[in-house]
Nanobody, 123 residues
Framework: QVQLQESGPGLVRPSQTLSLTCTVS????????WNWIRQSPGKGLEWMGA???????YYSPSLKSRTSISRDTSKNQFTLQLTSVTPEDAAVYYC?????????????????WGQGTQVTVSS
């Protein structure tokens, strides 16, 4: 059974870089698509970006200039970096596995999610 676990700081200062890691167990990140998704207070889920089984990356156009996703296959982990954070980036951040790239059909296409990690942006 595949399990995902997010880790990283819960508090980031404005203008700094947010870095989160997703550790995958029970399956390899060299298959499927591996995504970062967030949910801000009072808003719906927002797809941020993904890394594919071959290491290619794709980003939401609205976040592309500030987002970077990488992976470490030896550790079966993938990482999100979001630069120049503002209070608007405060959210619960999830990593998730999908069968399709760039999909927002959360129920149909995302089979496995991490539990989510709360990120606050404050000085």
């Amino acid at each position: 059974q595949v399990q995902l676990q997010e880790s990283g700081p819960g508090l980031v200062r404005p203008s700094q870089t947010l870095s989160l890691t997703c550790t995958v167990s029970g399956g390899s990140i060299t298959t499927y698509y591996w995504n970062w998704i967030r949910q801000s207070p009072g808003k719906g889920l927002e797809w941020m970006g993904a890394i594919t089984s071959t290491g290619s990356t794709y980003y939401s156009p609205s976040l592309k200039s500030r987002t970077s996703i990488s992976r470490d296959t030896s550790k079966n982990q993938f990482t999100l970096q979001l630069t120049s954070v503002t209070p608007e980036d405060a959210a619960v951040y999830y990593c998730a596995r999908s069968n399709i790239l760039k999909t927002t059909d959360w129920l149909r296409d995302y089979g496995t999610w991490g539990q989510g990690t709360q990120v606050t942006v404050s000085s």
